[in-house]
């Protein structure tokens, strides 16, 4: 998929003037790198880029998902983060780079997996959940897997790849109804050295006793 680089030019131009970033890159140049091209790594995975509905947990200063969402007009991007301050900054990202497919959800990913999607929850509720620099994968497929419709995608950035990390993912994956899909090796710009797309696949209805109580998924990881 090719997207011109005139479309990420408001959320840059926001970003650089945001007194509040929460990212130590927002140079519009490095941005456009570290942040832009990065965050478009992840429609090497198809289902990522045929998505429809996107969570992005722990979205902190907003990316991936404020990006994806400029990629994916089609698509609605929900901005999952529990910081509040966070959230002000990527509402004002939002406006400012008129976004209207993505929007700021104020929530802990398993305070917003407890509820339907009927009843303006997240569980079961998304095609693709994505995360990045958010945590190791066995909290993340935890994260993931109560939000996920049937069939539906967990995409993690990560960086160079560690075994016992992988096997940890892969053993509370299965404990919630996912399995590993692959791991894909992107280079996303000329610098970028050992970045990697982890990719689960929802395969079973997640138990009834996920998501645990907040928290519970980084004290306790399952593996």
Known sequence: MSVSRETF???????????????????PEAALEVHVADSLSGLDVSDLSSARHIADIGAGAGFPGL????????????????AGRKTAVMDRLIQAAS???ARSVTARAEDLARVPAALGGGRDAYDAVTARAVGPLA???EYA???????????????????????????????????VEEVLPVKPYRSSENRH????????????????RAGMARKHPLA
Do not use: C, Y
């Open 9 to 27: 030019l408001p959320l840059l131009e926001a970003l650089a003037a945001e007194p509040d970033p929460h990212t130590t890159v927002s140079d």
């Open 67 to 82: 990006v994806l969402a400029l990629a994916l007009p089609r698509a609605q991007v929900d901005l999952v983060e529990a």
């Open 99 to 101: 976004i209207p497919n």
């Open 139 to 141: 909290v993340l497929v």
């Open 145 to 179: 897997a109560p939000l996920l419709r049937d069939a539906g995608v967990l995409v993690a950035w990560k960086g160079e790849r560690d075994a016992a990390e992988e096997a940890a993912g892969a053993a509370a994956a299965r404990a919630v109804g996912m399995a």
């Open 197 to 212: 797309l982890h990719v689960f696949r929802k395969t079973s209805p997640t138990p009834d006793r996920f998501p645990r």
